[in-house]
């Protein structure tokens, strides 16, 4: 048998800051087995997808032989309707997922050595795409006990290094969104060569007075890229689109970097399908509200801390270890999500379910309460 070639030889052409270490775990997938199971960890629509978005995937599955539209049009002409034409179409850009969106941003802008700015806790891929691009990463936590923004603490980590700073409103795992003072404030004082990515992928679930998202600052020609996702509010997960819009000179320079045919026929109609779908939105938020207000008040009455939130999950402090609190909620069919790995350490997210799922959740929390 011939021996393996030297192993260093080929690593010598591996990028130094992309040894190999420990990849992005997504929320576990359903466990098989009889019992019923509410799935509470990874953010996802309670009530599934939206039926026009379905049925526009059925009656496209026919013309799956042909290339998709070459530049997503249709899909962008239908964004600048559900934005009622604040934007225009060549201020989107669309991508396989929300996160094919923050990575095609850096990408865009981070050579090796260039530094991100983020807040943890936060979503994981910042910080894990980031080191794809030979970023240098800076934190600069959320403070506590609130999870505030630390604007202060952002502007002070900028350096002539820095391109991308991260924020998200409201945030994945907090809950927690920034308010319109807070952003103004910012946005007002970050120096304009800096790229300023607002995730708001949870927007349709913010309901404070003083949310915001990042179209006023768009409008104002800050240069902001606002992330969203079809993958929460239409319930697509598993189809993965996603946008951002942006100001016109940043999306002509992002589009240089868009592949032809990115985007799957089946996602373009589906896409489409959900925008339209306004009854299924209006009921997707309506239900996430109503479990909010339902759990909020059941764990105000059991004791457990949470914080207020303005997204479709919660963040809580379990009254045991992170682990063994998923594990004991497990052994009644809950599946939620301890976020230590998102710099939350001994919390845990539980996505809010629809009726029967919320319900579950209490009764197990009853079950499993110290006394
Ligand atoms: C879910 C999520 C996204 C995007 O998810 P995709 O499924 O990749 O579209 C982006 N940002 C945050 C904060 C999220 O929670």
């Known amino acids: 048998m011939q021996k393996p070639s030297n192993m260093s030889e080929i690593t010598s052409v591996f990028k130094p800051f992309l040894e190999p270490k420990e990849v992005y775990q997504g929320g576990k997938n359903i466990p098989h087995g009889n019992q019923k199971i509410y799935k509470l960890s990874s953010n996802e629509n309670p009530l599934g997808a939206s039926p026009m978005a379905v049925e526009a995937v059925k009656k496209v599955a026919d013309d799956l032989s042909l290339y998709p539209d070459q530049t997503d049009i249709r899909l962008r002409h239908a964004l600048v309707h559900d934005f009622n034409g604040a934007l225009t179409e060549d201020q989107f850009i669309c991508g396989n997922s929300g996160s094919e969106i923050i990575d095609m941003v850096l990408r865009a802008f981070i050579n090796e050595g260039d530094e991100v700015i983020y807040s943890n806790p936060c979503f994981l891929p910042y910080s894990v795409f980031s080191r794809w691009y030979g970023a240098t990463q800076v934190d600069v936590p959320l403070t506590q006990p609130n999870y505030d923004l630390d604007v202060e603490g952002i502007l002070k980590a900028i350096t002539p290094k820095t391109k991308v700073i991260f924020l998200t409103s409201p945030n994945n795992p907090t809950g927690t969104y920034i308010p319109k003072p807070v952003l103004d404030d910012f946005f007002n004082r970050v120096p304009k060569n800096i790229v300023v990515v607002l995730d708001e992928v949870y927007r349709h679930f913010a309901h404070a007075e003083d949310y915001v998202t990042a179209l006023p600052y768009v409008a104002a020609e800050h240069p902001v890229i606002a992330v969203n996702s079809f993958s929460k509010t239409y319930g697509l997960a598993g189809q993965r689109i996603g946008y951002c819009y942006t100001t016109k000179t940043i999306a002509n320079y992002l589009r240089q970097i868009h592949k032809p045919f990115l985007l799957p026929i089946t996602s373009i109609e589906a896409g489409i ?99």
């Not at 399908?273 to 938020?285: K, M, Q, S």
């Not at 009455?301 to 939130?309: A, M, Q, V």
């Not at 919660?314 to 497990?330: G, H, R, S, W």
């Open 273 to 371: 399908g959900a925008l339209n779908d306004t009854d299924f939105i209006t009921e997707t938020v309506n239900t996430v509200l109503a479990g909010r207000k339902m759990l909020s008040a059941e764990f105000d009455k059991l004791g457990i801390t949470y914080w207020p939130t303005e997204a479709n999950f919660f963040i809580i402090d379990p009254p045991y270890p992170e682990f063994e609190f998923a594990d004991k909620l497990m052994q009644y069919g809950i599946m939620v999500r301890p976020v230590s790995q998102f710099g939350a350490p001994g919390k845990v997210r539980i996505s809010i379910g629809d009726k029967e799922a919320n319900l579950a959740l209490i009764h197990a929390l009853k079950q499993i309460m110290p006394a």
